[in-house]
Nanobody, 121 residues
Framework: QVHLVESGGGLVQPGASLALSCATSDRTFSSNALGWFRQAPGKEREFVASISWNGGRTDYADSVKGRFFISRDNSKKTVYLQMNSVKPEDTALYYC??????????????WGQGTQVTVSS
């Protein structure tokens, strides 16, 4: 199982920016697609963003499109989520994962433990 470690979460005011990181020592990192999901209290876990193995393709949930940006650095085995113009409804536990694209959809396989993001004034 791949070991993924998220960091960068915290308390942030509405409208501010926050950057999440997720690092791994997995040797197959550069061949995997990567993604971010989130889960708010009392809600189901939901897709946020994903990125293909070479960064050539990115996908976003409608709720974050234009505000959040996913990127990766294969040399550092790290995936990032830049969160801009955050809203209170972005409050959630954010999970990174590795997986694959199949039939035009991203399927997560291995998960990190999550990092908490709280948006509040």
């Amino acid at each position: 199982q791949v070991h993924l470690v998220e960091s960068g979460g915290g308390l942030v005011q509405p409208g501010a920016s926050l950057a999440l990181s997720c690092a791994t020592s997995d040797r197959t990192f550069s061949s995997n697609a990567l993604g971010w999901f989130r889960q708010a209290p009392g809600k189901e876990r939901e897709f946020v963003a994903s990125i293909s193995w070479n960064g050539g393709r990115t996908d976003y949930a409608d709720s974050v499109k234009g505000r959040f940006f996913i990127s990766r650095d294969n040399s550092k085995k790290t995936v990032y989520l830049q969160m801009n113009s955050v809203k209170p409804e972005d409050t959630a536990l954010y999970y990174c994962n590795s997986g694959n694209y199949y039939n035009d959809n991203y399927y997560p396989r291995d998960w990190g433990q999550g990092t908490q993001v709280t948006v509040s004034s």
